[in-house]
């Protein structure tokens, strides 16, 4: 099995900061593409940002500029940096990856975490 643990979450006015953290653990053999998305009351989840095994990047045109997205392949662990935070950021905001547990593993995995809330106030 694999888990994903994201922490970082919490409460900042609006033009602050957060930094995002979520750790993979388990039977990892390698890792793909690892991403964060969102998701708004009342509104659909939607990709915020995302980096591949070689640290290409993606983002939302709604973030660009503002986040960073960034990876330690030896830990396991993506981070996103959140900067002049916006109240419409506001959202649940959660780890994806793609996880292959062996070797011999035909395919990559698509995994989730469980979600850390980030409150913009204005």
């Known amino acids: 099995q694999v888990q994903l643990v994201e922490s970082g979450g919490g409460l900042v006015q609006a033009g602050g900061s957060l930094r995002l953290s979520c750790a993979a653990s388990?039977?990892?053999?390698?890792?793909?593409?690892m991403a964060w998305y969102r998701q708004a009351p009342g509104k659909q989840r939607e990709l915020v940002a995302g980096i591949s095994s070689g640290r290409s990047t993606n983002y939302a045109d709604s973030v660009k500029g503002r986040f960073t997205i960034s990876r330690d392949n030896a830990k396991n662990t993506v981070y996103l940096q959140m900067n002049n935070l916006k109240p419409e950021d506001t959202a649940v905001y959660y780890c994806?990856?793609?996880?292959?547990?062996?070797?011999?593993?035909?395919?990559?995995?698509?995994?989730w975490g469980q979600g850390t809330l980030v409150t913009v106030s204005s």
């Open positions: 388990g039977t990892i053999f390698s890792i793909n593409t």
């Open positions: 994806n990856a793609e996880v292959k547990g062996t070797w011999f593993q035909g395919g990559y995995l698509e995994h």
